[in-house]
């Protein structure tokens, strides 16, 4: 056979290796997940308090042509960059939301990120020198060991996705100096940063510093040493962020008047750690996930040197498979599976694995809290990503030494290792599901908080018949609901409110409500707050006494999204408040009919002037936050709301009062992300007139 006939040969087997591991990161997203794949959706966890109506209200404004930089529906409104979990400008966002249905698109977006990171850690392992079998079991132990039972969590495998994409990149670019790879390793994380969950970015830069130490050269060139590799790898770093800063910024601006400007009652870093107790999971995870007794109460109990903070079954869940345990620890015990080790430094992925686990007990956020980074997440268990990232491509390094030690044949190979794999498929598929007493619709739906539903309440929102009431009630209204952020998909500004990050006044007791109470002070306490935060409806699981607190039962519904998302039978009751201002009003002047037309970044309120002449503030139950502008700078800093000074001398005259959202931070930001971009198509050029890079040897 020619040279070029063996090229031609090796170029079909690698277009059809490449074409196999494609189809199999398709098939394992719907092994793991084909309710999705069909039109489902998830129920539980945060689902509907938390992504769902964000995501309606991103799908709104994008399909209407607007970017939205603010929501005015959920509560008295908050920035929607800022509070960073919507990913306004993450680039898949924006294709599909505009296009597809809010539940397609949600479902897209996982399976997709999903798919990007099983296909780039078998990448990742095949560049570090695993073979194609053996990149494959790496790939989905961490894919499909870490992730799914974090279904709930959106972010988790967004995050994981780029994780293991900008690791790639950083390896290729250590390996071979190949100045692309440094612009991948900047524009991975400016996307990573974008999506909107800074915490797996965080945890992604603290394992790309220790790359250096990890990673050996493959081609053949001079590569520097691992400290002088740092400079352009943090100078790529630098750039992410830059390209990432019309994120940052409104995050940063939103954190300084927040729930997490401190460590407090309402916000503690160490919240959702992984007990040094429940780090058994990793060799017998049936011991905390198959009882009689919840998980969560299993790590209430586990009080060995447990951080005392609480957490919960989904931050504090760490495993990558039986088999992937089976075989760390024949590599740890038969010297010579570590020698014929294709991934060098056995014992420095080991340690990386360890220092995650310590990462993730929480014990180091809590003395850390301090340092910038460390403080501003909740959450540690997180860490516990590291340890099975490290521990799958240990696992798989041995398993490419114990085939090649038993001397197989490459057919005898391929079929161990999909034995194998196939083993260690069946193993997470069974450990990402849900066993506790009493949770589960079905057989292998319930994944922890989750549950994989065929008819999604989301997909019945279009039918809602609350949501087409509050649309014709016009803009000048607002509901208190159970329910935190559900009822804002009604298309109806609501109370209260749930946000990871979130202006601090939503986290106080004043906005939220009792309304089983009998005693009629707090009743008349309570109607003056409702009146004063703007709400004219109440919509309630329970009647309550209409004389007592001046309402008036509109109605009884049962809606087909919000019934469903709570999984509601009985209806709710809708109730009107008597003396009710309205979202907007004119102040002292009750009797004055005010229009609210809102939309993402604008607020415009008109009314009719009264027979007189007029001089009072037009006042708007909207947060009164730095960014938005045509309201008195003299009230800005005193007043929650915001509000506007009108003198009118001619009777029966329109006015009109116009509120524009046009935060500094947002424009600083994206010129900042401008700069970002250029410097990371040109940090070749600029890291060659720093310091030239080695050249090849040839």
Known sequence: ???????????????????????????????????????????????????????????????????????????????????????????????????????????????????????????????????????????????????????????????????????????????????????????????????????????????????????????????????????????????????????????????????????????????????????????????????????????????????????????????????????????????????????????????????????????PTYYLSEVPGFGFFRGPGRYSLVTCFAFSLMAAGIFDSLVRKLTFTSSSRSLLGSILIGILIADLWAVSRQYAPGFGASWGRSIFYVVMVDHPPIAAREQSELRDFFKQAGGNVRLYAPGENVPSMLGVSSLPVYLGLGPEIYEKDQVRFDFSTDNEAEIQESGERLRSFGVTHLLLEDPINEATWNVTLHSQWIDLMLNGAFGRREPYYLYTLNDALGRAYVEGHPEIEVKVDSSPNEVVVTFQSPAETLDADVVLTDLNFPGWTGYEKSAEKQSLFRRQHIQLDEPAKQATVRWKYQPWSVRCGAVLSIIGLLLAFFSPRIIERIKPVSSNKN
């Open 1 to 363: 056979m020619s040279r070029k006939q063996q090229e031609r040969s090796a170029a079909r087997h690698s277009g059809i290796v490449t074409c196999a591991i494609f189809l199999l990161g398709v098939v394992l997203t719907w092994v793991f997940f084909w309710p999705l794949w069909s039109g489902g959706g998830l129920m539980g966890g945060d689902m509907y308090p938390y992504y769902f109506p964000q995501k309606a209200f991103f799908a709104d404004s994008v399909k209407s042509g607007t970017i939205p930089l603010w929501n005015p529906f959920v509560g008295f409104g908050y920035p929607t960059l800022g509070e960073s979990q919507t990913g306004v400008l993450y680039p898949p966002n924006l294709v599909l939301y505009s296009g597809l249905s809010v539940n397609t698109a949600y479902n897209v977006s996982q399976l997709f990120h999903y798919f990007i990171a099983f296909l780039a850690t078998w990448a990742l392992g095949r560049r570090l020198g695993l073979s194609v079998m053996a990149a494959i079991l790496a790939a989905t132990a961490f894919v499909y060991g870490w992730f799914p039972a974090r279904i709930c969590l959106e972010w988790t495998i967004i995050g994981g996705a780029w994780f293991s994409a900008i690791l790639w990149a950083a390896t290729v670019y250590l390996q071979s100096q190949k100045r692309w790879a440094l612009v991948a390793i900047g524009l991975f994380l400016g996307m990573d940063l974008l999506a909107g969950h800074y915490n797996m970015a965080f945890i992604t830069l603290l394992v790309l510093v220790w790359f250096p130490f990890l990673v050996h050269k493959k081609d053949e060139v001079e590569t520097p040493k691992p400290v002088q590799q740092l400079l352009p790898l943090l100078l790529l770093i630098g750039c992410g962020f830059l390209i990432g800063a019309v994120q940052l910024l409104p995050s940063w601006e939103l954190k300084s008047l927040s729930q997490r400007q401190d460590v407090n009652e309402k916000f503690s870093p160490t919240y959702g750690n992984l007990p040094p107790e429940a780090i058994s999971q990793l060799w017998q995870p049936w011991s905390w996930h198959a009882q009689d007794e919840l998980t969560d109460h299993l790590l209430r109990d586990a009080g060995w040197l447990n951080v005392p903070v609480e957490t919960n079954q989904v931050e504090a869940f760490v495993y990558c498979g039986l088999l992937t345990i089976i075989l760390i620890l024949l590599g740890c015990v038969v010297p010579s599976l570590r020698r014929g080790n294709p991934l060098p430094g056995f014992w420095r992925w080991g340690l990386l694995g360890l220092i995650g686990l310590l990462f993730a007990t929480g014990w």
